[in-house]
């Protein structure tokens, strides 16, 4: 096992754990699976109860910061409507559901009429009855045709793992249905030798976005009795279709409704959200159709006790002595520990794959020395697993053979967990929507339950802790997707044309952008129009174009160099940041070495180890303007938003200690750089404001990068972006603006929508901004407020007053947002129109396809996890400067210092065609030109 070479409590730096041993669950719900190894309990833990005995140990009850009671809700319950199959409500009732809730008959009604519905309700509200119902009696009715398959359903989730438990489910509920109801998994898992036999005879098909982009579309004459007999399209977890990822499932969905229309079938689409503002909206933004919502939940809810949880300050000391506070990972591990001992089923939720893995070893270490048996009851759950790994561990959780799990968000979208007492979420997950998914996975069948939220030491999780009511008072955020963004839409015309050549009448559909792509397309000789029709001309399969989570590549495999054997994948965006040359990958609590990288062959080889560090890589980048789209005067200030160009490249990486977090050292690394053309918000201020804030030159660097780095750990709160979806720059003398700027960029090609929204809410966002600054309670700085423990540039220089003095200045002439009022995330994105559009690079060169293989599918049998960024092995708030000696880096033409922060780990090279570019500067200065044509300079490590 891994870190066993750590002494005992080591783990703990402050106290050791405070419980008393059981050997029997105490489970607060009633619901555990009777086959499970659980015993009945003699007594019901309350979750306040079980919350007290967490906050007993030393020091404990000081960490709690608020708790917030949400109190029980009644049911209420509806009639199923009367066109729904007998056969079917009695197969419903024979799982023991006698009567639907009102939102259940409502949707169920909906979907019967021919009426495209999203139901937006609470986690365990019977959303999946909702849709299951319709969709089996029509199924029912379909098998009574000549061919035993008059109708058909395709289910789409975000994960494998959610797919393989819903077919579970449908089996389970279909049984006395017989052989009327056919349902198959259709991914990267399934083997070829079954694909066929999906195809030909399945019909609820339940598969990914990803497989139906590259796997079904391009073969569609192949699944063309499927497609002619679709009646409904169900879209589950669709409020994880956001950013970049939810433009190109927008498009992927948009090609399917083509290919059907081809065939003669108009399939509605049913779609399960969690509580979402305006879904309806969010829904047709995805589907392109009229949608209806059931937002209005009346399943019952037990008692929901929410725990806001500061872990405390240590006695160590972090960059510049700032203090430092015990990490979420070790908070939650210890959390996990308990619950685990007191028999509380329990799952913890982390952001990074190696988070996911260090808590379980941590809590597995803990309970061995408690009772053995104990750690074996504890495991880790994430993306990367190979697909026999995945099955074990969603079958033990089933059974109830695990009684404590650490997963990341692939649980989250993956398994209808039940029977969960208490759920703890080492950090704040990105989005209120996602918080309370996670805190849902507990206390499912109307019983109480417990979530904690342990913050981690970041700008964000600190605010929203001491501020419970933006966590409680406010609605979750809107979906922000923008499916008219070039980089999405023109690979998806390309893999359209290849699928059916595209014609004028087809344009309406993909939406007012199209027309204006497709003599680019043609221009780079893509696309060729013949009489009225576009045709695709290459010999390689289109679909292959474009990876729809934007991973920039295949996956990198994850080779042990002793035996060959393959221990995972990691996405080619993370492969720089988390399995370059040195280092430490941990996979099935075991810990790893990476020997080499290849990015040719994208192999990663590895070798068994057990080093006392842990690592974290540090790049630099350079940022240029190239087109202004709009520019709003704040008194003398200016905040803009438009399209930038951002090299970033991984120079090096750091050796910390683990727990204590004491770096080590720092090693060269020689990577190539990454380009990324983007949107961006930023603003400027003149030496006049300056002088008013009191910021002369010597602090100047220091205000603007920890202005920087704090506003970057609060625009999560005001979009629906995680911290890995944006970037920053920080710069004292630009060379295109000639002022002092701060930068906030997607991390997408095209743009993703979160600067737009940063942009439209930046006098809300700057505020709480400044607020999160100056209520901190440290001297100079620190992680809760502006220092980033991955800051390229070693957090230096850094200046908290100047920063709090110039956010003042900068704020005092802000006009009001465009929606104020409305408070953070609320309000819809607008997407850009095609004349703000920027045009292609016909100039880039095309990544080849993988090959004509039709039947391998997206993700070549590797799961995939929303968000993705560094969950390889980073907290996701990585954080870097573009700097030049032991400081920082010195702009060769203009001698500024510029600061860096990238909050993702994607793969910007994008080497994709087509390659829609941002347009070009207009009337670039000489300094822009000049940099232009330079290559990118390394960083140098002293």
């Not at 409502?106 to 299951?132: F, M, N």
């Not at 049984?175 to 694909?195: C, H, K, M, S, W």
């Not at 210092?897 to 941002?918: E, G, I, Y």
Request: net charge negative.
């Amino acid at each position: 096992m891994a870190f066993n070479h750590l002494p005992a409590g080591v783990h703990d730096a402050l106290v050791p754990l405070s419980v008393t041993p059981v050997t029997h669950s105490m489970p607060m719900a009633k619901n555990h699976r009777p086959d499970g190894p659980l015993t009945d309990a003699v007594s019901r833990l309350t979750p306040g109860t079980v919350l007290g005995r967490l906050a007993s140990g030393p020091g404990r009850a000081s960490r709690i910061t608020h708790t917030e009671h949400l109190p029980p809700r009644a049911g209420r319950h509806a009639v199923w409507p009367d066109r729904i199959r007998p056969e079917v409500i009695a197969a419903v009732r024979r799982a023991g559901i006698e009567h639907p809730w009102v939102h259940q008959a409502e949707a169920a009604e909906h979907a019967l009429d021919g009426t495209s519905v999203v139901v937006a309700t609470g986690t365990a509200s019977g959303k999946s009855l909702s849709y299951l119902v319709p969709v089996l009696s029509t199924l029912l009715d379909g098998s009574e045709a000549p061919n035993g398959r008059g109708a058909t359903a395709l289910y789409l989730a975000p994960t494998k793992a959610l797919a393989a438990d819903q077919r579970r489910s449908v089996k389970e509920l279909s049984q006395p249905l017989g052989n009327a109801i056919r349902p198959a998994v259709y991914d990267g898992d399934t083997p070829f030798e079954e694909r066929e036999w999906v195809r030909q005879y399945a019909n609820y098909v339940l598969t990914n976005p990803d497989m139906l982009h590259r796997g079904v579309l391009p073969s569609h004459p192949r699944w063309s009795s499927f497609l002619k007999s679709l009646k409904y399209v169900v879209v589950d977890e669709c409020h994880t279709y956001r950013g970049v990822f939810g433009s190109h499932v927008a498009q992927v969905l948009r090609r399917l409704r083509r290919l059907c229309a081809r065939y003669g079938a108009s399939p509605v689409f049913l779609l399960a959200s969690a509580t979402a503002a305006d879904p309806a909206v969010a829904a047709r933004r995805l589907t392109g159709l009229p949608v209806v919502e059931v937002a209005d939940d009346a399943s019952p809810r037990g008692e929901l006790v929410f725990a806001l949880w500061e872990p405390p300050l240590t006695d160590l000391e972090g960059e510049k002595g700032a203090p430092v506070r015990r990490s979420a990972t070790a908070e939650t591990a210890d959390l996990l520990t308990d619950l685990t001992v007191q028999g509380v089923r329990s799952v913890a939720f982390v952001r990074s794959r190696r988070g996911a893995e260090l808590i379980s070893v941590i809590a597995q270490e803990r309970l061995s020395e408690i009772d053995r048996s104990l750690a074996r009851r504890v495991a880790a759950y994430r993306g990367g697993y190979l697909p026999e790994e995945r099955r074990a561990l969603e079958q033990a959780l089933h059974s109830g053979e695990l009684l404590g799990l650490s997963a990341t968000t692939a649980l989250e979208l993956g398994i209808d967990v039940s029977g969960l007492d208490a759920v703890v979420i080492a950090g704040y997950p990105g989005t209120r929507a996602s918080l309370w998914q996670q805190a849902g996975r507990a206390g499912r069948a109307g019983q109480g339950a417990l979530a904690v939220l342990v913050a981690r030491d970041d700008p964000l999780d600190t605010f929203l802790v001491h501020h419970p009511e933006a966590l409680f008072r406010q609605p979750v955020e809107s979906t922000v997707l923008d499916q008219d963004n070039p980089y999405v839409l023109a690979p998806h015309l390309c893999a359209a044309a290849a699928e059916l050549p595209l014609t004028e009448d087809d344009l309406d559909l993909f939406g007012p952008a199209a027309a204006g792509l497709l003599p680019q397309l043609e221009a780079a000789k893509l696309l060729r129009r013949r009489a009225r029709a576009w045709h695709w001309t290459r010999r390689e399969r289109a679909a292959d174009l474009t990876d729809i989570r934007g991973e920039g590549g295949p996956p990198v495999q994850v080779v042990e160099a002793s035996t060959g054997r393959l221990l995972g994948t990691v996405d080619a965006g993370s492969a720089h940041t988390a399995v370059h040359e040195g280092a430490v990958h941990l996979h099935q609590g075991r810990t790893y070495l990476v020997r080499s990288l290849d990015l040719d062959e994208s192999v990663a080889l590895v070798e068994q180890a057990s080093p006392a560090y842990s690592t974290v890589a540090r790049d630099t980048t350079a940022i240029s303007v190239l087109e202004t789209d709009t520019e709003i005067p704040w008194g003398d200030a200016r905040l803009c938003y438009g399209s930038v160009e951002v090299t970033n490249q991984v120079v090096s990486f750091l050796r910390r200690r683990l727990i204590t977090g004491e770096v080590l050292g720092e090693t060269r690394l020689d990577l190539p750089p990454r380009t990324l053309r983007t949107r961006a918000v930023w603003w400027t201020v003149t030496e006049d404001q300056l002088d008013e804030a009191r910021i002369n030159p010597e602090i100047l660097g220091g205000a603007l990068h920890a202005a920087e780095h704090a506003s970057i750990g609060l625009l999560p709160l005001f979009a629906t972006c995680d911290r890995w979806d944006i970037g920053g720059v920080s710069i004292p003398l630009h060379p295109d603006t000639l002022l002092p700027t701060v930068f906030v960029y997607d991390g997408h090609p095209g743009g993703a929508g979160f600067a737009e929204r940063a942009f439209r809410t930046a006098r809300a966002w700057l505020t709480a901004t400044r607020e999160a600054i100056a209520s901190c309670e440290c001297e100079a700085g620190c992680p809760s407020c502006i220092q980033s423990p991955k800051c390229g540039n070693g957090n230096d220089p850094l200046h908290k007053r100047g920063a709090i003095r110039l956010l003042t200045t900068l704020l005092r002439n802000a006009p009001e947002d465009r929606e104020e009022g409305q408070g953070p995330d609320q309000g819809q994105e607008q997407g850009r129109g095609p004349d703000q559009r920027p045009g292609l690079d016909q100039g880039q060169e095309q990544e080849q396809g993988r090959g004509p293989d039709q039947g391998q599918g997206p993700d070549q049998g590797q799961e995939q996890e929303q968000g993705r960024g560094p969950d390889q092995g980073q907290e996701q708030d990585r954080d870097q400067s573009q700097s030049q000696g032991p400081g920082r880096r010195r702009d060769q033409d203009h001698g500024q210092d510029q600061h860096r922060d990238l909050d993702q780990d994607r793969d910007q090279s994008r080497a994709q065609a087509p390659l829609p570019s941002p347009g070009t500067p207009r009337n670039p200065p000489p300094a822009q030109r000049e940099a232009q044509q330079a290559p990118p300079r390394a960083t140098e490590i002293p």
